[in-house]
């Protein structure tokens, strides 16, 4: 079956902390606090796209020509990764909120490494 996976992913890649001066730290984390932005408009997981076979003798889907491709998200949770149908209106909707969702986790990931750099030079304060 095909299976497309629509997850956002970010990168976090960053030049090494350490090199830089504690100013340019404090400079990048305010930056990623306002990157953080609304983050009531998000969501944690997966939208996913499958066509499906209805299986009713003598539908087109029989011989190969499935519906859809409909929307699944699956919400990212311990054990509980089950996917949800989603209607067609508002994949574009969770779409976005998956997108802010990375956006913000990508933020609070480099205040999160940024703090720990200044713990290590004992200017966490
Ligand atoms: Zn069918």
């Known amino acids: 079956m095909l299976f497309t996976a629509l997850s956002c992913v970010m990168d976090s890649h960053k030049n090494d902390l350490r090199d830089l001066p504690t100013r ?3 400079a990048r984390r305010r930056a990623a606090a306002a990157r953080l932005g609304d983050v009531e408009q998000m969501l944690a997981g997966t939208l996913t796209e499958q066509p499906r076979r209805c299986g009713r003798p003598g539908c087109r889907c029989a011989d190969g020509d499935p ?40 933020a609070l990931a480099e205040i999160s490494a940024i703090n720990a750099e200044l713990l290590a030079r004992r200017e966490l304060g």
């Not at 699944?72 to 067609?88: I, M």
């Open 67 to 106: 519906h859809g491709p409909y929307a699944y998200y699956t919400p990212r949770l311990a054990g509980r990764g089950r996917a949800r149908y989603v209607p067609a209106a508002l994949a574009g909707v969770v779409r976005r909120y998956l997108h802010r969702g990375a956006e913000a986790e990508a």
């Open 24 to 26: 340019q730290l404090l």
